[in-house]
């Protein structure tokens, strides 16, 4: 059975930071690329980041020079350290597991960036 359980998410002023937790079981972890996405009130889910097995990496626009996607293959653990928060940032983060033929999605972790 696939797991991925996020944690980490919470409020946040501006400007602050948070880091997001994705602990995977149930997969060869080193095998997927893994991935941030998230979803906004409203809107459509979308990607914030990416990291392949061997730990290429891509940003959306809007995340760049902000974020840092990285990952833990011992620990089955994909890892998005979120710097200089706006409150557009304000979304359910998602994990995803992706291995081209087959995705797992975790449940999310709100983060919340407001005054």
């Known amino acids: 059975q696939v797991q991925l359980v996020e944690s980490g998410g919470g409020l946040v002023q501006p400007g602050g930071s948070l880091r997001l937790s994705c602990a995977a079981s149930?997969?060869?972890?080193?095998?997927?690329?893994m991935g941030w996405y998230r979803q906004a009130p409203g809107k459509r889910r979308e990607l914030v980041a990416r990291?392949?097995?061997?730990?290429?990496?891509n940003y959306a626009d809007s995340v760049k020079g902000r974020f840092t996607i990285s990952r833990d293959n011992r620990k089955n653990t994909v890892y998005l350290e979120m710097n200089n928060l706006k409150p557009e940032d304000t979304a359910v983060y998602y994990c995803?597991?992706?291995?081209?033929?087959?995705?797992?999605w975790g449940k999310g972790t709100l983060v919340t960036v407001s005054d």
């Open positions: 995803y597991a992706d291995s081209v033929t087959r995705g797992y």
């Open positions: 149930g997969i060869i972890f080193s095998t997927y690329t």
């Open positions: 990291i392949g097995g061997a730990g290429s990496t």
